[in-house]
């Protein structure tokens, strides 16, 4: 499992023009699955999410999470991001999780996510134009 996870100011989908989904403050999460993700990986990464000290104290330390500010989460499937490239140019996806087997897997993510903080979804499958302000900027790999 990938996710790709960046602090935000806010966050929207849109799927043929129309919004789907919006967050202000919080996360914006680029999420993927390959063979061997159970809800066991799920888990350990919601709780690395949800607890990633990346958003700044009084200090302007970063040493809050998304939690503790009471931030939430923009959730969009991604397979791209086990996307191989090393030979050639076109990118290779068969790392990824096919569609059928990783959708249950991204609804498992976003209800044990939607557990801890607010959480608005993309539309699995679909071509989504995804915009967010980026703030920092501060992305973080996440991987298990």
């Not at 790709?4 to 966050?11: D, E, P, R, S």
């Not at 799927?15 to 888990?43: K, P, Y």
């Not at 969009?76 to 059928?100: E, I």
């Not at 996510?113 to 499958?125: Q, R, Y």
Request: net charge negative; with cysteine; charged share 20%.
């Amino acid at each position: 499992m990938r996710v790709l996870v960046q602090k935000c100011q806010n966050a929207s989908v849109l799927v043929e023009g129309e919004e789907i989904s919006h967050i202000d403050l919080g996360l914006m999460l680029l999420v993927s699955f390959t063979e061997g993700d159970c809800l066991e990986t799920i888990r350990w990464m919601v709780n690395k999410i949800v607890h990633l000290r990346i958003f700044e104290d009084q200090y302007e330390v970063m040493n809050l999470s998304v939690k503790e500010i009471g931030g939430s989460a923009l959730s969009v499937s991604q397979f791209t991001l086990y996307g191989n490239a090393t030979k050639g140019n076109r990118p290779s996806y068969q790392a990824a999780l096919p569609g059928s087997l990783a959708k249950p897997l991204y609804e498992k993510f976003n209800e044990e996510l939607a557990k801890e903080i607010p959480v608005s979804v993309g539309a699995f499958g679909e071509f989504m134009e995804v915009r967010f302000t980026n703030l920092g900027p501060t992305t973080i790999w996440l991987e298990r």
